[in-house]
């Protein structure tokens, strides 16, 4: 599984690791736009599943984190349609949030860890890359989202 870095698309709000919980964004009361991205591509193999456990805690429906891919490093996918188990509950809807208005997101409070399943049949063969995003807007801000125990089976 390649190494995973921060990077912003937009602000100044970045991802951290931790020793005890894995990798955590704050949910900030400043537009923000940032990623948490596989440092390189990997080729899926046949029947696998891609694994990770996440809490969030985040405004609702302005604040909030998606799962997307791509196949060329370029063009970046929602990987919605391929979650199995845990997907969006949530959407942004605040204007102000970046990048994600008007889509399908995680958000609000999951009130506790939950395991999210996404099925990589549609891509076996392909050279993919995968990025946990995050965005928040100029107002209200939470604790934000943590991402943990990511395993490729």
């Known amino acids: 599984m390649p190494q995973l870095v921060s990077m912003s698309l937009e602000g100044r ?3 951290t690791s931790t ?3 894995g990798w955590f964004i704050p949910d900030i009361a400043t537009r923000s736009d940032t990623v948490l991205e596989m440092s390189r591509s990997f080729m899926v193999p046949a029947r696998s599943v891609l ?5 969030y805690n985040t405004e609702n429906n302005y604040d909030g984190g998606v799962l997307e891919y791509s196949t ?3 063009r970046w996918e929602d990987a919605g349609s391929l979650i199995t188990e845990g ?3 949530a959407g942004i809807n605040g204007k102000s949030s970046p990048g994600l208005f008007g889509r399908s997101a995680w958000g609000g409070d999951s009130a506790g860890w939950h395991e999210v399943n996404v099925d990589l049949s549609a ?3 392909r050279q993919v890359q995968f990025r946990w995003r ?7 801000a939470d ?3 943590w991402i943990a125990d990511l395993v490729l089976e």
């Open 19 to 21: 020793t005890d919980r």
């Open 13 to 15: 709000n970045a991802w």
């Open 143 to 145: 604790e934000g989202w």
């Open 51 to 55: 694994k990770f456990r996440h809490l």
């Open 134 to 140: 995050f965005v928040s807007d100029n107002d209200g």
């Open 72 to 74: 060329d490093g370029v």
């Open 123 to 125: 891509l076996v063969g």
């Open 87 to 89: 997907g969006y509950l």
